[in-house]
């Protein structure tokens, strides 16, 4: 069965720390693994998109990364905001063009 | 630019009662549409499909549909609400060329509860 499982499900940090989301996958073919950001009320922004051939793709201070042989994916952000505090959802396209989102992690980033 | 808009922001609907959601597209032409739900504590939900006028794809049985009656315009209906419909309704659109594969660009969403 296709799946995305997220962790940690909630995390608080403190500003200006970094912090790494992780994402796992089941989806078999896989075609792309997406990273959103959510904030509280509002529509998902698209952070970052990787092929199955890319293992590291940048966006400010946010990198993810991604292991197509151990199906996982990261999400790091340096020196957190304020801002950042938001859920980030990991989304996987599986080769056929069904989309398989995760739960999210919600991040609270705490002057 | 791309802009994507969706009202109502909030609706508060009793069980029963009919609704429609309503979603616009601007700056792009041919776009895919979306209408995802978003639950409370869940994954987002992708509903409905669209590729084009008049052409509606479902992705799960439910007592909801949509339509699209314009080429950038994607609404959202039901004719009796149900408690479970309750949740979080996002517009998404995507290029056409791009199909599933490409970004999606998501609305600001509309927050549905049925009492």
């Known amino acids: 069965k296709n799946q995305v499982e997220q962790s940690p499900q909630s995390l608080i940090i403190l500003e200006g720390k970094n912090c790494t989301l992780q994402?796992?996958?089941?989806?078999?073919?896989?075609?792309?693994l997406r990273w959103y950001k959510q904030d509280t009320g509002r529509g998902p922004v698209s952070l970052t998109i990787m092929t199955f051939s890319e293992n590291t793709k940048s966006n400010g201070r946010y990198t993810a990364t991604l292991d197509a042989d151990t199906k996982q994916s990261s999400l790091h952000i340096t020196a957190s905001q304020l801002s950042d505090s938001a859920s980030y959802i990991c989304v996987v396209t599986g080769s056929q063009g069904n989309l398989i989102f995760g739960k999210g992690t919600k991040l609270s980033v705490k002057p | 630019s791309q802009t994507i808009h969706q009202w109502p922001a909030t609706l508060v609907q009793p069980v029963g009662s009919p609704l429609s959601l309503e979603c616009t597209v601007e700056g792009t032409s041919n776009p895919n549409l979306y209408w995802y739900r978003q639950a409370a504590g869940r994954g987002l939900q992708l509903l409905f499909y669209s590729v084009g006028i008049g052409q509606i794809s479902s992705e799960v049985p439910q007592n909801l549909s949509a339509s699209r009656p314009q080429d950038r315009q994607f609404i959202l209906s039901s004719k009796k609400l149900l408690l479970s419909d309750s949740g979080f309704y996002l517009c998404?659109?995507?290029?056409?060329?791009?199909?599933?594969?490409?970004?999606?660009?998501f609305g600001p969403g509309t927050r549905l509860t049925v009492l």
């Open positions: 998404a659109w995507s290029r056409l060329a791009g199909g599933f594969s490409d970004t999606q660009y």
């Open positions: 994402c796992n996958y089941t989806v078999s073919p896989f075609s792309n």
